[in-house]
């Protein structure tokens, strides 16, 4: 059975970093299309990044496309989100997830198969 697990989240002051990670468990990451998504209470999850199987094409949310940076580590079988230069609208519950069709890079949440519980991510003086 697939499953995601996000690490990294945390308390962040403004204009800070931090790096989200997302591991597979019992399955292989690199057959898989990643995606970061975020949520914040009484709103529609965001798609924020995706990033292909071979990790040779990502696509980026507006918000925050120059910020964030997405990667994978085949080998490690995990893939990463950077982000930097922080805002405090960037507050949420991020959430890696995935799917298995190698040509897309859509950050629509229903292409998505499997999703792990989630790392909380608050910026803030």
């Known amino acids: 059975q697939l499953q995601l697990v996000e690490s990294g989240g945390g308390l962040v002051q403004p204009g800070g970093s931090l790096r989200l990670s997302c591991v597979g468990s019992?399955?292989?990451?690199?057959?898989?299309?990643i995606g970061w998504f975020r949520q914040v209470p009484g709103k529609e999850r965001e798609g924020v990044s995706c990033?292909?199987?071979?990790?040779?094409?990502?696509n980026y949310a507006d918000s925050v496309r120059g910020r964030f940076t997405i990667s994978r580590d085949n080998v490690k079988n995990a893939v990463y989100l950077q982000m930097n230069s922080l805002k405090p609208e960037d507050t949420a519950v991020y959430y890696c997830?995935?799917?298995?069709?190698?040509?897309?890079?859509?950050?629509?949440?229903?292409?998505?198969?499997?999703w792990g519980q989630g790392t909380q991510v608050t910026v803030s003086s």
């Open positions: 990033i292909s199987m071979a990790g040779g094409r990502t």
């Open positions: 019992g399955f292989t990451l690199e057959h898989y299309t």
């Open positions: 997830a995935a799917h298995r069709n190698r040509w897309s890079i859509s950050l629509q949440s229903a292409d998505f198969d499997s």
